[in-house]
């Protein structure tokens, strides 16, 4: 138990004390003078005295009350954050799953947002080639929602920078890979979930290779404790797509989405059509938290002084007539 203002409880502990040294007194000197009368004590008496001390003993409980008591209780719920990672690639605006990839990913993402509660920050990271920071986690939903809506395709893949960015948006510092592929440490972060929107096409990035690969950046993900849930956008059959003038074969990769999952302990969700996308939302598991959260016991203490006061008076009264 903790207490928000202790010199209000010691004051009145003080009040308390005095009360009861100025009662132990007074009974005292009461029954010298009786016995010096030679009067033997009333019954009454009794009465008085269990009075006195149920007013003192009522004091002493107001005086804790007044210190603002309280509790601390360990409370379970829906908390932390959770990075919503768009592919925004080319390939994204491939028609196999309609009205388009992207457009399916991002009803999916806005009804994922609209199923959260408010203790759920969210951001969004949108990637092409590196990753793209749209909207920094915040409780203010409808902003991620708007960023979300605001998503258009193109650019290639790069699913290892996507990574990397989601996971600086959820430490608020940027993420990087050492030069010679070394994993950093970032933190412990078990309350946090990247949900990653993607068909997976050219996970490598462009010619040359200069994105994360994406084994590197779910290893910093796996370290830090932060799940990955992987939904793959697109379907096995696969479509061709109109790229800067090309006409590209696109399908889904599920074999790397499905890779960064387990190698983070999260889940892959396969989602061919929006049907299966609009059920993300209820399927992904967040994890819950547990927080220690104050309880107030004031009122309590003040029921059991009020209780212990009228005690003391109804005694008094009962056994003197008199109220003091």
């Not at 989601?166 to 950093?184: M, Q, R």
């Not at 819950?288 to 959260?293: A, K």
């Not at 203490?301 to 212990?308: T, V």
Request: proline content about 4%.
């Amino acid at each position: 138990m903790s207490l928000a203002d202790p010199v209000f409880l010691a004051a009145g502990l003080l009040v308390a004390a005095a009360l009861a040294v100025a009662a132990i007194v007074v009974a005292r000197r009461r029954a010298a003078a009786l016995a010096a009368a030679g009067v033997a004590p009333a019954g009454g008496g009794r009465g008085r005295t269990a009075g006195v001390w149920c007013t003192i003993a009522g004091v002493a409980v107001l005086a804790v009350a007044v210190g603002g008591p309280s509790a601390s209780v360990p409370v379970s719920h829906a908390s932390g954050t959770v990075i919503l990672a768009m592919d925004v690639s080319g390939s994204m605006a491939a028609t196999d799953v309609a009205p388009s990839r992207l457009d399916a990913a991002k009803q999916a993402a806005v009804s994922f947002i609209n199923a959260q509660p408010p203790t759920v920050d969210i951001g969004v990271v949108a990637f092409q080639q590196g990753g793209l920071e749209a909207a920094l986690p915040t409780a203010d939903h409808s902003t991620v929602t708007a960023a979300v809506r605001r998503l258009a395709p193109g650019g290639g893949t790069s699913l290892g920078d996507a990574i990397l960015a989601a996971l600086s948006a959820i430490t608020h510092k940027t993420v990087v890979v050492g030069s010679n592929g070394s994993v950093p440490a970032i933190g412990y972060w078990p309350s946090a979930t990247i949900v990653l929107f993607s068909d997976g096409g050219g996970a490598t990035g462009a010619a040359g290779g200069t994105d994360t690969g994406t084994a590197t950046a779910a290893a910093v993900a796996q370290k830090a404790g932060v799940h990955i849930d992987t939904v793959g956008v697109g379907t096995a059959a696969g479509t061709t797509v109109d790229v800067d003038g090309y006409h590209l074969f696109t399908a889904l990769d599920d074999a790397t989405l499905k890779s960064i999952s387990q190698d983070t302990g999260g889940a892959y969700h396969p989602a061919s059509d929006a049907s299966q996308l609009n059920g993300i939302a209820s399927s992904i598991d967040l994890r819950l938290t547990v927080t220690n959260q104050p309880l107030p016991l004031a009122g309590a203490f003040i029921a059991l002084a009020l209780a212990l006061l009228v005690a003391g008076a109804v005694l008094t009264v009962a056994r003197t007539g008199r109220v003091v």
